[in-house]
């Protein structure tokens, strides 16, 4: 019996060195690394077309809206590819102040007169106001609404380098009720109002939707690159 598994073994193993057999077995090996080609080029292809679709979708829904280049005399720095934007003008004679805007970072329920809830979407804004060579910043931290501007902080800082940890000052609404009427009253001055604010989250909505599409552009270019390198 060991005879026979032995020489049952030693035809098999010279029949695996036929020159047919190996040609089997480099066929199988082809046909099998063909499939999974295709099956990635296949995956790869929907993925394609889901991200088409989606790019027409919001393109047919989007709300008409042509980002001016300023407002209010602010000039409009959209950062295109990022997180905010930036307004800039003078202020008389020596004054000039710089506002950073950051996209909807938060939001807040508010209950309707209905009864009903609805949401109110937050933007922080930091404003830095310089007046003339003084080596001092003046910065509010600020929450608009759709409808208002809240300060939310004021201090100050050097004009050349920032502080690690500054010390940020007290709640704005821990100070004299007269002195906050003051500041407020110091930014409005300025175009720092609830006219600015209304006019942030309209653009807001409008840099989601551009930042949204330039996405799911950035990501149709990959895989259609993927695409044509697979064709060749």
């Known amino acids: 019996m060991a005879q026979r598994l032995l020489r049952g073994f030693r035809a098999v193993k010279n029949l695996a060195r036929r020159p047919e057999f190996k040609s089997t077995s480099q066929n199988f090996r082809f046909s099998t690394s063909y499939v999974s080609e295709m099956r990635k080029s296949a995956f790869e292809g929907n993925i394609l ?11 047919d829904h989007s709300p008409s809206f042509e980002p001016p280049p300023e407002f209010n005399s602010f ?9 905010w934007i930036r307004l800039n003008k003078k202020f008389g004679e ?3 102040i710089k506002v950073e805007v950051t996209m ?15 949401v109110r979407l937050h933007i922080t804004l930091i404003v830095s106001v310089f007046k003339g060579e003084s080596d001092r910043v003046l910065e509010f931290i600020c929450s608009a609404w759709p409808d208002a501007i809240d300060i939310r902080r004021v201090y100050t800082r050097d004009r050349g380098r920032i502080k690690y940890h500054p010390y940020p000052g007290p709640a704005f609404k821990e100070l004299d009720d007269e002195l906050q009427d003051t500041l407020y009253d110091f930014l409005e001055e300025r175009g720092i109002d609830d006219r600015l604010a209304e006019f942030l989250h309209k653009y807001m909505k409008y840099k989601d939707k551009a930042e949204y599409l330039g996405w799911m552009g950035n990501l149709k270019s990959v895989f259609r690159d993927g695409e044509r390198n697979g064709t060749r």
């Open 49 to 59: 077309r889901l991200i088409r679709n989606e790019i027409q979708y919001e393109n």
């Open 75 to 83: 000039k409009i720095d959209i950062r295109p590819g990022e997180q």
């Open 94 to 96: 020596n004054e000039e």
């Open 104 to 118: 909807f970072d938060g939001s807040a329920p508010i209950r309707k007169t209905d009864d009903s809830l609805e």
